[in-house]
């Protein structure tokens, strides 16, 4: 179990988002065994990402939600919006260079 505080929004969206892949699940007629195994992971772990366990891994997250053909909503989540991609361009730095010394003569 982790020590991190979660914000009210974290946690309501792990959540829904676990509601989202029962609600699927159960849409294709599968039980919670089929749908662990088939991603590789114990009927437990299974429950947990069901239940918004904020302690599963995000890759499994992630991987549950693609195996569900809930794809486009991962994908919503990587791509930069236009505030970001402002202020990535506008306050994040280049790398700067250090000067060099002069050769000694």
Known sequence: SSNVFLSYEV???LLETGQLIKERRLASGNTETVM?????VTRMTWRRIEA???NVRSGTLL???VMLQ???RVIALSERDPLTT???RT???K???AKRKPAAQ
């Open 86 to 88: 402002l202020l990535v």
């Open 52 to 54: 918004g366990d904020p």
């Open 95 to 97: 790398r700067a260079r």
């Open 63 to 65: 991987q549950a939600l």
């Open 11 to 13: 946690t309501q969206t």
């Open 70 to 72: 809930l794809k486009d």
């Open 36 to 40: 662990a195994e088939r991603l590789g």
């Open 91 to 93: 306050w994040i730095p």
